[in-house]
């Protein structure tokens, strides 16, 4: 039952990690992009973590896998604002788009 | 090394006793992370004397963590968390797997309205990351500096997060 469970939260998983490598892709500036990284890619791993924490041989080890991802969470998290402080500061400023009101009406 | 015996002294005098309270309740939580660091097999005597000093000597004293945080309040706050963290990721994947892939994207200041304490404000900068279509770009006077992705209105959104962190130290005020 565990390992059925484990291995469907790593499957459901998978697909934000996808969608974030490509949001990384498609999206036009660094800011776009670390709004992927942080929401699509976190949700991603954390499901993952679960799915691995739900099938660990014991309670320390699953513990473990969801303390790793809480840590990666708040690095994640700081390191997203101190890369978007850093690309300003380097004159890197935000795109200002309306593609969706573009469209709108179309 | 004379400057590094100086330093010590320095760290020394400033060094206080904390509450009882604060060392039993530091010392239990790296203990448990000991525990869990080592899955179980390290030795119990090491972790808690580690733990102990840990307690007694690390300056935690301006962690978001302090004293006034109402731990009995934390559980609903992640799951507050977590629902908005999973509705932005959703947001953002359908965004990236969009055919037209159409970006609405501006920045925004925030003015703090109850967080004073520039370690609870930064608590609240890192959340907002978290949440949907919310980015922050810099933190500087009691403002956040924020780049939205596709949410035309994410005042009410922030103020509510705000409010649910001031709530967690002990202000309750509506949102």
């Not at chain 1, 969706?100 to 179309?106: E, M, N, P, Q």
């Not at chain 2, 959104?157 to 997060?161: D, I």
């Given at each position: 039952m565990?390992?059925?469970l484990?291995?469907?939260?790593i499957l ?11 949001g990384?892709?498609?999206?036009p ?8 990284l942080?929401?699509a890619d976190n ?12 099938q660990?041989?014991?309670l320390?080890v699953?513990?473990?896998?969801v ?5 990666i969470?708040?690095a994640s ?6 890369i978007?402080?850093?690309a300003?500061r380097h004159?890197h400023?935000p795109q200002?788009r309306?593609d ?7 | 090394?004379?400057l590094n015996?100086?330093?010590?002294r320095?760290?020394w005098?400033?060094?206080q006793?904390?509450?009882?309270r604060?060392?039993l309740?530091?010392t239990?939580?790296y203990?448990?992370l ?5 899955e179980?097999?390290?030795?119990v005597?090491?972790?808690?004397l580690?733990a102990?000093a840990?307690?007694?000597?690390a ?11 109402r731990?009995?309040?934390l559980?609903?706050f992640?799951?507050f968390?977590?629902?908005?963290s999973v ?7 359908k965004l990236?797997?969009s ?11 925030y003015y703090?309205?109850?967080l004073?304490?520039?370690s609870q404000?930064?608590?609240?900068a890192?959340l907002?990351?978290l ?16 780049h939205i992705l ?6 009410a ?5 705000e ?6 130290y002990g202000?309750?005020h509506?949102?």
């Open positions: 565990s390992d059925l484990g291995t469907a939260l459901l998983g998978l697909p934000f990690f996808i969608a974030s490598t490509v990384l892709l498609r999206f500036d660094v800011y776009a992009r670390l709004h992927a942080t929401k949700v991603g791993l954390g499901l993952i973590c679960l799915g691995l924490a739900v660990a041989d014991s320390a699953g513990l473990k896998i303390l790793i991802w809480g840590l969470l708040l998290s700081t390191g997203a604002t101190l978007s402080t850093s300003l004159g400023p200002q309306n969706v009101d573009k469209h709108a009406g179309h | 090394m004379h015996t100086q330093r010590w320095g760290l005098a400033r060094w006793l904390p509450a009882w604060v060392v309740f530091r239990f939580l203990s448990g000991w525990w869990v660091l080592t179980g097999a390290g030795s005597w090491l972790g808690v580690l102990l840990i307690a007694l000597f300056p935690l004293n301006n962690a978001p963590w302090s004293t006034h945080l731990w009995w309040k559980p609903t992640i799951g968390m977590a629902k908005r509705s932005g990721a959703i947001d953002v994947a990236a797997l055919r037209h892939c159409d970006l609405n994207t501006h920045t925004r200041t703090f309205r109850l004073t304490c520039p404000q930064l608590l609240m890192n907002v990351n949440t949907p279509g919310t980015l922050t770009l810099c933190m500087r006077d009691n403002t956040l500096h924020i596709n949410h035309p209105e994410i005042a959104q922030l103020r509510e997060l409010s649910r962190i001031a709530e967690l202000w309750n509506g949102y």
